[in-house]
């Protein structure tokens, strides 16, 4: 069964509109997770890492003010895209490391995706 | 800058042969490697992954090889099946980046004929 899941799984809005998605793990907690981006027949690219209890870390062209992310608790991130526009469509992913001490590899568990559609 | 890329943008093969798909990753540091599978629609989902202190693993009908000289990585499926059908992605996880996160290759997808 799902160890990640993600909510909603599609979702149209109109230009200018906020859409929250949330993502939770399941059965285990999750300090950090990570919210990724895909476009049509593109690989899957992050955006920015989540982390409980402090600030989201963005990768470099990410606008933060954008893309808002909250690690609300142990077990639950949520990202919101503002004043959204049409070139937001997209794929939108969640994923959580599970085990392990820091820095120890372990397997990314995902989410179902969220697909975005702004109208 | 690192990047983890794929030979073959599409595989089609017949219904019971062997697929082999390839991924080639250009940061010698990454030490954790693993295999997604992914319909459309659909999250990624973990077929099977290798640490850098290994060169094989197997899995049910999956095979993974690692060869750290090349810095080429190829996953080995047994009696393809329609169900296989998928994009299929590398991701790897450098020691020395100190983050988590999974870098993935572009994809490829496996086209499975009846």
């Known amino acids: 069964g799902a160890v990640v899941s993600q909510h909603p799984s599609w979702v149209i809005c109109k230009s200018g509109t906020s859409v929250k998605i949330e993502c939770r793990s399941l059965?285990?907690?999750?300090?950090?997770m990570f919210w990724y981006r895909q476009f049509p027949k593109q690989s899957l690219m992050l955006m920015a890492t989540?982390?409980?209890?402090?600030?989201?870390?963005?990768e470099q062209g990410v606008e933060k003010d954008k893309f808002l992310i909250n690690h609300a608790s142990l077990t639950l991130s949520t990202l919101t895209v503002t004043s959204a526009h049409p070139e937001d469509s997209s794929f939108y992913i969640c994923?959580?490391?599970?085990?392990?001490?820091?820095?120890?590899?372990?397997?990314?568990?995902f989410g179902q995706g969220t697909r975005l559609t702004v109208v | 800058g690192e990047s983890v890329g794929l030979h073959l943008p599409t595989l089609s093969v017949q219904e019971g042969d062997n697929s082999i798909i390839n991924c080639a990753y250009s940061?010698?540091?990454?030490?954790?490697f693993i295999w997604y599978k992914q319909e459309s629609g659909k999250g990624p989902q973990f077929i099977i992954d290798?640490?850098?202190?290994?060169d094989k693993r197997q899995g049910q009908r999956v095979t993974v090889l690692l060869n750290k000289t090349v810095k080429h990585l190829s996953l080995q499926i047994a009696a393809t099946q329609p169900g296989d059908s998928a994009v299929y992605f590398c991701?790897?996880?450098?020691?020395?980046?100190?983050?988590?996160?999974?870098?993935f290759g572009s994809g490829t997808r496996l086209q499975v004929q009846p």
């Open positions: 994923s959580a490391p599970r085990g392990g001490a820091r820095g120890q590899n372990t397997e990314a568990f």
């Open positions: 059965d285990f907690q999750a300090t950090t």
């Open positions: 989540s982390n409980e209890g402090s600030k989201a870390t963005y």
């Open positions: 940061n010698s540091a990454s030490d954790y």
């Open positions: 290798i640490r850098s202190n290994m």
């Open positions: 991701a790897e996880r450098g020691r020395d980046t100190g983050r988590r996160a999974l870098t």
